[in-house]
Structure formats: C-alpha cells, structure tokens
C-alpha cells in the first residue's frame, strides 16, 4: 500500500530547504543533488548543497516562467513493509516516469495493461527522465518509510512544463502498478471504495498501542448501528445508543447540507469515513450504499429533533439483549410522536397568527414603529472538526546506494559577442587499424573523483543521468603491456573496440562543450583537453596521460580509458544540449551576476 501525497509549490528554495536540510535526511536518487547524507556534511557543504540544487531548479524555472515550477510529492509505505535505498530511488524514479508520461499520453493508462506499462515507463525513464532536474530525499523522522521527491516541472529539451490535469487519479493508476511490480501490499483505488481506509498516522497508533483506531471503531460501530436499521433517523438512534455523537445540518429550505459523526472526542465527517457514511442532498450515501430509507417530509424534523439531544454515555450499551432492542423501539415511537406533535402545533400556530394579521387594523402610532424581528431557532452547533491527517510528513535518506561524484564550481565565461557560430556536428570517425599499448591503469585518487571538468555554467553542470545498475555496466579488462610507445599499434580485440566507441561518443561531448563555452581548451583538475582544429586531445591529470585523440580523420583511443570517464562524459551530454539550444547569452547574466559581487566584496 503506497501513499502519494501531491502538492505545486511556487518556490524552490523553499522546497529544498526543509527537504535537504531535515536532520537524518539522505539524498538517494535524481541528478539535481549529489547522493550524500545530510548529516555526514559540514555546515558549509549543507549550504552549498542547497544552493547548487536550488540554482538547477531556478535555472529550469527561467526557460519557461509558471505560478508553481516546483513538484512535490511525498511516496509513503506503510510500517510494515520497507525497502532499501536501491529499491525506493528505482520505485520513485518509476513513479515519476510514469506520473509525467501519463500525462502526455493519457490514453495510455487505459489501453495498457501492466506489462506494456512497465515497458513504456521503463523507455520513458531512460531516455526522457533525464530532461528534468529532480531530487530524492528519504527522511527518517517518522517510523513508516517515506521519500520526497522534488520536481522542477519544465523539460530542458522543450521548455514545456508537466501537465497536472487529473495528477492524483493517474497517479493512483501508477501506483498500483508498481505495487505490484514490487510486491507491495495493493490497495483500491480512492473511487473504487465506499469504506476509506484509516491514514498511515492511524496505523502507526494502531500498532504502537494494540488498540484500534477512532477510525476504524467509528466504522465498526457505524456498520452495525445500519444492521439493525431501516430508516436514517433509526440508524443515527442505534448510532447515540452506542456512544456516537452525531450532527447533521439542513439548509433553510430542508436540504441536508452533510453529516458528521464524533467517538471519545475525534470527528470525522461522512465523507472521511467513507461515502456509505455520507449524507449529502443528491448523494445520499446512508441511502444509496447502506440501503436506509430517508423521506425528507417523515423525517427531517426527527432527526433533527435526535441531534439536538445529548450522548448519555461514551459507553456503548449492550443493545443486542430484546429488553434494549425493545426500549430503543418504543424511544423511536415516542420521539417519532413527538415530532409530530410538534410539526402539528407549529402549523396551528401559523394559522392562527395568519388569522391574526388579516383581522389586524394597525393604529397610527404603530405605523411609524419598527417591525419586530422574527425569532429564528437556535443554529446547529457545527461538528468539532478534528485532528487532519493530511499533513505532509518529512521523509529519510540513506547514502548506500550508488552515488555520482560530489562536484565543485567550475567558473566559465562565455562571449556575448553577436558571431554567427554553427554548432560542431558530433563525428562519427571510423575505426583505427589499430590501438597502442599502455601501462597498466591506475587507481584513480579520491581527491580526484569529485572535480568536474566539462566547461559548465555552474546551474547545470550537476545534470547526470541516474547511473545504470552495476550489472548493465561495460566490464572490460585491461592487458598490462611493456611497450609504452603510443605509435606502435596492435591488432584491435573486442576491449579496444568498445573504448573506440567510447573515444567517439568523448570527442563529440567535448567538441559540444567548447562549442558552448566559446573556447578552444580546459584544463581541470581531472581532465585536460584542448582542439586547436587539427588536432582534439584529451588527457587524464592522475598520471594516465593521454586518453584520446583525433588528428585529421584517424582517432586513437588509449587502452587507459575506462567506462567511469566515458559514463562522466556522456553524463554532460544533455545538460549541455540545453544550453546549446538557449544559446550562450541565456547563461551569461547568471554568471556576470556572481563576478559582480565578488568584484564587490
């Protein structure tokens, strides 16, 4: 059973701020944060955590100004079932593939059953998830399991914000897909019930003192009062007689306007507890699912007249003895006469007032004196309403799953000069006869393993593809050699041709940063690579040395180049795609902005 709680927020930072900062909080899945624990992080780190996500979100947001940029969504389990970092990043992810592409493709919800859904979120999340800034946050404040996920709703590629039309009931749809997918507990869906289920706060008090819910009792008592009922004003004479107090409200023309029922001091309304408890004019749950009979000349004035009188007791008499049954009877009888008599006499009292005023020749003194005002009945006393349970609830993180490399600033000025410049096609060389040796491949230092290289604007250089799990990464070996002379080929095998493919998919993302960064080198402190147009090298800077390079039509590729630089490259493609499109000039206020104030300070 999964809970998905929705809301559209107007601001990021706002977001953000209590989903990251939650003491235990952990992020474990998306490509708008890196994947670490909040409390493993220094003051600084924390804030310059926050500050690098909130910029991704704020720069998603500026392509495409809305009311509400931000999705966030709270996906909750239940206390007894749980899943690990892994599993709950992969559900979410999951989710919000199929959240978003529901909503493009709303036919596909009913046409598809769960094996085609499976496969078409699957496809949807590899190639087109990655087009939206998001986050996954688990918190551990409360004892059932929940994530948040945080959404920047505008698509990188097309600047088009997610559609939210009918969000929670294709997102029920989702969920009950993936509950099965995942060998959760399913539950119905909110409009296939007429009994609601209690909350997950109720659950929880449940377990923790082996006492059922106000909920669940409520219901229990409710169900059996309609057993031994046949019409409304009986079923809520059986309900007083087992300690619930119960209100319902009538317009001035004799519409019911609702009712709502109380137990040891808790409220719900009918709808809370279900529509079988409801009754609303129109819809009258009592009638329509419970099968009572309610004529609203017989007996509006009677119930009333029973919700009017005081509970005797919280303690539900034993009613099932004949002596009860047999006084609620002659109760029922009495009351019933009553409210005839009543009904009776308020009509013989309007006669004769009637008689009264036609007979009734005012004095002159009493044409200039104020009418009197009519007296009305005292109002209904409205239902104490009681504790919600529909506030959203902080979730946990956990930092076991597999997480990209935690990356620092990377300053880049780009040129504002109105040049026409043609954006480089990405190459597809052919492959070399064949590939030189090279000594066998170092460790790469951790210091290392967190510096981003790609000539980036600082707001989107954190855009990574979710990484593949580890069994559908490349696994290569790597053959030692003595020979480290790069112009000596050898004969390709099957590792050379993979990281040949790997060297044409790197010159294409460097050839597309340079491009939009309006330079022709970079040097980090992980990678060095510069095209002076003849010739394009990339170097590693711990101590592999050259890893590729295109000179003319020929491209070498160094067996020193691993699948972590090719997935670090590839990585950066479709951030930098965007930025192509916006054009340099979209990114450079961003970065004048923060030259300023620090020329300032």
């Known amino acids: 059973m999964t809970i998905a709680k929705i809301h559209q927020n107007s601001s990021a930072r706002a977001t953000l701020g209590y989903v990251l900062t939650k003491p235990g909080a952990s992020v474990i899945g998306g490509n708008a944060a890196d994947w670490v624990e909040r409390d493993a992080l220094t003051e600084a780190q924390r804030d310059a955590l926050l500050e690098d996500t909130i910029a991704l979100f704020d720069l998603a947001a500026a392509l495409n100004p809305i009311k509400q940029p931000v999705y966030h969504i709270a996906l909750s389990l239940p206390p007894h079932e749980t899943l690990d970092d892994e599993a709950f990043s992969e559900l979410s992810d999951q989710y919000l593939a199929g959240l978003i592409l529901s909503a493009v493709q709303p036919a596909l919800l009913k046409q598809s059953n769960d094996i085609q859904l499976a496969a078409a979120i699957e496809c949807f999340r590899q190639e087109e998830l990655p087009k939206y800034f998001y986050v996954i946050v688990r918190h551990t404040d409360a004892p059932h ?50 009994r609601k289920a209690e909350s997950t706060q109720q659950a929880q008090a449940e377990i923790k003192t082996g006492q059922p819910s106000v909920h669940k009792r409520l219901q229990a008592v409710l169900d059996a009062a309609a057993a031994r009922s046949q019409t409304v004003p009986a079923f809520i004479e059986q309900a007083q007689a087992r300690g619930v107090e119960v209100q319902m409200q009538f317009t001035r023309t004799g519409k019911s306007k609702g009712i709502s029922y109380s137990l040891d001091g808790v409220a719900f309304s009918g709808h809370a507890l279900g529509t079988r408890y409801s009754f609303k004019e129109g819809d009258p749950g009592l009638v329509r699912h419970l099968g009572l009979s309610y004529a609203p000349e017989r007996d509006r004035v009677l119930i009333q007249t029973l919700c009017r009188r005081p509970v005797a007791s919280a303690t539900p008499p034993q009613i099932d003895s004949p002596d009860s049954t047999q006084r609620l009877a002659m109760e029922h009888q009495r009351l019933r006469a009553l409210a005839l008599q009543q009904q009776a006499e308020a009509a013989a009292d309007e006669d004769e007032r009637q008689a009264k005023t036609d007979s009734f020749v005012p004095l002159a003194s009493q044409l200039e004196s104020s009418p009197i005002a009519p007296t009305e009945p005292a109002p209904i006393s409205p239902p104490w309403v009681g504790r919600s349970d529909s506030a959203l609830e902080p979730l946990p993180v956990v930092a076991e799953a597999l997480q990209p490399p935690l990356s620092l600033p990377t300053t880049v000025v780009l040129e504002t000069a109105a040049t026409a410049t043609q954006a480089p096609p990405v190459l597809s060389q052919p492959l070399p006869p064949g590939l030189p040796p090279a000594p066998p491949t170092p460790t790469v230092p951790p210091a290392h393993a967190s510096q981003p290289d790609i000539p980036l604007p600082p707001a989107a250089r954190r855009l990574a593809s979710v990484p593949p799990p580890p069994h559908h990464q490349p696994q290569m070996t790597l053959t030692p050699t003595d020979n480290p002379d790069p112009s000596v080929p050898v ?31 970079h040097e980090g402190t992980r990678y060095r690579f510069a095209d002076d147009g003849q010739t394009l090298r990339l170097e590693a800077m711990d101590g592999r040395g050259l890893l590729v390079q295109l000179q003319g039509e020929r491209l070498w590729v160094s067996p020193q180049l691993t699948a972590a630089d090719h997935q670090y490259f590839q990585a950066q493609r479709a951030p930098l795609a965007a930025l192509q499109k916006q054009g340099p000039t979209r990114v450079k206020p961003t970065v004048d902005k923060r030259k300023k104030g620090q020329e300032g300070r």
Not at 148 to 155: C, E, F, T
Not at 165 to 181: G, N, P, T
Not at 494 to 518: H, M, Y
């Open 491 to 521: 004969a390709a095998e099957p590792a050379p041709l993979e990281r040949a493919a790997w060297g044409r998919d790197i010159v294409a993302v460097i050839k597309l940063a340079l491009f939009v960064a309006q330079q022709t080198k």
């Open 145 to 194: 399991p929940h994530v948040h996920l945080v959404v920047a709703k505008i698509n990188l590629e097309t600047t088009k914000a997610i559609p939210t039309s009918f969000d929670r009931y294709r997102s029920q749809i989702v969920l009950r897909s993936l509950e099965r997918q995942h060998g959760l507990s399913v539950q119905a869906n909110s409009w296939e019930v007429d």
